[in-house]
């Protein structure tokens, strides 16, 4: 075998990391960074790779074939993080290794009955519409159990935990209400599944808030990437 590249250098991942180290989590958890590459070009995901990032979210079932296939050598980890239509939960289960965005009971079973039998089971979170803002993805707080149970039901499916997109308040500190909610919800279905270790919270402007209110993921783009183009 031979050795492992050494990573190259990227700046703007390493200031994301330092940023993002110098947090200190409430249960000292490890926090895993996301790499949000939607519209951003291959390139682009490219060079992170090459600093030594693994995982990217992206929200567009279609754009993320493409880029899946065009990078397929580099064994990266992809995430679903858009809403997912019941008609795309086929190519959803084969493309990536994580969905973030499970908020209805419809599509828990195709996402399981697709999962190919030759992949390992597929990570799932349930998304919280956590301040029940109109014409929002995202579940209640109430229907959280019912989309977990259902979800650790399948063997085809790994309940991994919970994700919200909190609203963009002008003042990032309003949104700690907001993360303090998700918090509680994820401790009290820990209590339930002891095995979730993932709370997907925070984007690039407040990935520390959601850090230090108890964030295990954060996705992060724009801080990354620059700004998004308006094709990929
Ligand atoms: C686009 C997006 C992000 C990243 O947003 P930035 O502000 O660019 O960091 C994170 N999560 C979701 C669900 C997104 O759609």
């Known amino acids: 075998m031979p050795p492992e590249p050494a990573p190259l250098p990227c700046p703007a991942l390493d200031h994301v990391r330092t940023r993002i180290a110098a947090v200190r989590h409430p249960h000292g958890a490890t926090v895993r960074l996301l790499a949000v590459s939607k519209m951003q070009p291959v390139e682009a995901i490219v060079a992170l790779a090459a600093a030594g990032q693994r995982a990217f979210g992206e929200n567009y079932v279609q754009e993320a074939a493409a880029k899946r296939t065009a ?7 992809w995430h679903l993080i858009g809403p997912l239509q019941s008609n795309k939960c086929r190519d ?11 908020d209805r009971i419809k599509i828990v079973e195709p996402l399981a009955r697709y999962r190919p039998d030759a992949a390992p089971p597929l990570n799932v979170l349930v998304q919280v519409n956590i301040e029940n803002e109109a014409s929002k993805s995202g579940c209640t707080i109430h229907e959280i159990d019912m989309l977990a149970d259902a979800i650790a039901a399948q063997p085809r499916l790994r309940l991994r935990g919970l994700m919200a997109i909190p609203a963009p308040h002008a003042d990032p500190t309003a949104r700690r ?6 918090r509680q ?11 979730i270790d993932t709370l997907s919270m925070g984007m690039s402007d407040d990935f520390e808030l959601a850090i230090a209110d108890g964030a295990t993921m954060v996705r992060v783009g724009t801080a990354l990437f620059g700004a998004r183009h308006a094709t990929p």
Do not use: H, I, N, T
């Open 71 to 77: 990078l397929a050598a580099l064994g990266l980890e």
């Open 92 to 102: 959803a289960a084969a493309l990536f290794d994580w969905v973030q965005s499970v």
């Open 177 to 182: 209400a907001a993360f303090r909610a998700m």
């Open 185 to 195: 919800q994820f401790d009290r279905l820990r209590g339930r599944y002891p095995d």
